[in-house]
């Protein structure tokens, strides 16, 4: 047996160990994650399985389950990355936007740019949000709420600043802009329309969204 | 092979057929009840094999991929929609939103009787692994004619804008039809809800069909 002095312990036990433990556990997490998102992003949600994610990760499935409950809680913590980074990259470009018309497009064209690059995703996210069990974690998960209000808050400000009416119905005009944006996804990513086509269509989408606050 | 095969060469192919369309009757049947209580996601060709009674390669010959399966079985269901559909709007009058709005409310009371089925056939909507011959929702006919037919009224009428792209707005109206079902999700919302949030939808994009004074 290897002999720790006393003081040895008093050192590392209470402060250094829990820390390591911590740092490991994280860095299990990390690795685990990256594994994950490289096979859902080369085989689809269906065709990964945790085995896989595990070999790819070069660790056992107890370690994996040791840190997620199951796939689709793995998937999740990918999806919640994605729309915070994602929420961050399209308050950027809605900062750089004339008016909240042009404002709600640089939002869009953020997105499907975003999502070119992980198709495999996209269909994933799309997937499980329809689905009886993961739809309703999916869809309320704090970083998809915080993603759709992004929408609210242009047509809120831009109330502010008078260049939408007082009744604009902010609340279901929102959900409607957020519900378009989706819906371009089978042209824009599936169907592999051009940045320049998609951004047409989605300006004429958001001007007759927009048309009915603008009048009062 | 005997005489009687080369006397009669029609029959073996015929018998083959509709053992052929029986094997299909039954997936679509197996389908429908899989894709209604599993989801789009949560069904698999294997389940639906198994519950049908037949091998996975049986259905792999009739079939290319669920998607398929679940454009038959939303075919099969949504004709009879159409037929009443084509048979009621002729008589419906009021503006072109109003109309809209009663078109809209025959699907959600339609559909809510298996709207996990619907579900299922709007999220395939998003699987772009499906080959060109699925039709998932937005890519089925029916509902964009009616949709069509009627802001071109609407437009004869001068209830909607001459030079607008029709197009553009049979699309806004088709995606927040889907989007209306996610309150099921959220909310569990029954058709009677989602109706009236579709009436106001509505009412929203024809703020932005209507002519310009």
């Known amino acids: 047996m290897k002999h720790i002095s006393p003081t040895q312990v008093a050192v590392d036990?209470?402060?250094?160990?829990?820390?390591?433990?911590?740092?490991?556990?994280?860095?299990t997490r990390l690795k685990v994650l990256a594994a994950a998102r490289r096979l859902f992003s080369e085989q689809g949600y269906e065709g990964a399985t945790i085995r896989d994610i595990a070999a790819a990760a070069g660790m056992s499935t107890?370690?994996?389950?040791?840190?997620?409950?199951?796939?689709?809680?793995?998937?999740?913590?990918?999806?919640?990355?994605?729309?915070?980074?994602?929420?961050?990259?399209?308050?950027?470009?809605?900062?750089?936007?004339?008016?909240?018309?042009?404002?709600?497009l640089k939002i869009f064209m953020a997105g499907y740019t975003f999502y070119k690059t992980r198709l495999q995703l996209a269909r994933a996210a799309f997937s499980v949000s329809w689905d009886k069990d993961g739809g309703p974690t999916l869809r309320g998960m704090s970083s998809s709420?915080?993603?759709?209000?992004?929408?609210?808050?242009?047509?809120?400000?831009?109330?502010e600043r008078g260049e939408l009416s007082q009744e604009a119905e902010v609340k279901l005009r929102s959900q409607m802009l957020f519900d378009t944006y989706l819906s371009n996804f089978p042209q824009a990513i599936f169907e592999g329309w051009s940045l320049d086509a998609l951004q047409a269509r989605a300006r004429d989408q958001i001007r007759i969204l927009l048309a009915g606050a603008r009048r009062g | 092979m005997n005489d009687a095969d080369l006397g009669s060469p029609a029959q073996p192919v015929p018998a083959r057929q509709s053992q052929k369309e029986a094997t299909r009757?039954?997936?679509?049947?197996?389908?429908?009840?899989?894709?209604?209580?599993?989801?789009?996601?949560?069904?698999?060709?294997?389940?639906?094999a198994r519950h049908a009674g037949i091998s996975v390669g049986s259905v792999f010959t009739t079939f290319a991929s669920k998607g398929e399966i679940l454009s038959e079985v939303m075919q099969a269901r949504l004709e009879p929609l159409y037929a009443e559909i084509d048979r009621v709007m002729p008589h419906v009058r009021g503006s072109t939103a109003d109309r809209l709005r009663t078109m809209f409310a025959v699907h959600f009371e339609f559909e809510a009787q298996h709207v996990r089925l619907f579900m299922s056939h709007i999220a395939a909507a998003y699987d772009w692994t499906l080959p060109p011959g699925a039709r998932p929702y937005g890519r089925t006919p029916g509902l964009q004619e009616v949709i069509r037919d009627?802001?071109?009224?609407?437009?004869?009428?001068?209830?909607?804008?001459?030079?607008?792209?029709?197009?553009e707005v049979v699309d806004l109206l088709l995606s927040a039809y889907a989007w209306t079902y996610r309150l099921v999700i959220t909310r569990e919302a029954d058709a009677k809800s989602l109706i009236k949030v579709m009436d106001r939808q509505i009412g929203l994009i024809a703020e932005g069909f209507a002519p310009r004074n």
């Open chain 1, 62 to 104: 107890g370690a994996v389950f040791a840190n997620f409950t199951d796939k689709s809680d793995l998937f999740r913590e990918i999806m919640a990355d994605d729309m915070e980074a994602l929420t961050a990259a399209m308050r950027d470009a809605a900062i750089r936007g004339r008016n909240v018309e042009d404002a709600l």
């Open chain 2, 25 to 48: 009757q039954r997936v679509i049947a197996a389908a429908r009840e899989l894709f209604d209580s599993h989801g789009y996601q949560g069904t698999t060709i294997r389940e639906i």
């Open chain 1, 13 to 27: 036990a209470p402060t250094r160990a829990p820390t390591r433990r911590a740092l490991a556990k994280q860095q």
């Open chain 1, 145 to 159: 709420t915080a993603f759709q209000d992004l929408f609210g808050e242009q047509l809120t400000a831009a109330v």
């Open chain 2, 150 to 167: 009627v802001l071109v009224k609407g437009q004869a009428a001068g209830d909607v804008r001459p030079d607008i792209d029709l197009q």
